[in-house]
């Protein structure tokens, strides 16, 4: 069970990842809404 401490950390990397994407699909003209709101979703997540 010592794997649990470290999942919350995910969360931060799949914000970051999706943030980015998020980013990258505006700057290219496609719709970024649902990226960033995965990512909203997964920071919300690592402080609660």
Known sequence: M???KYT????LVFSGFFIY???SKY???DSPW???IIAVVSLF????
């Not at 919350?8 to 969360?11: D, G, R, S």
């Not at 997540?45 to 609660?48: G, K, Q």
């Open 21 to 23: 994407d998020a980013f």
């Open 45 to 48: 997540m690592f402080f609660f």
């Open 2 to 4: 010592n794997y649990l």
């Open 27 to 29: 700057n290219a003209g």
């Open 8 to 11: 919350q950390y995910v969360y």
């Open 34 to 36: 649902l990226s960033a």
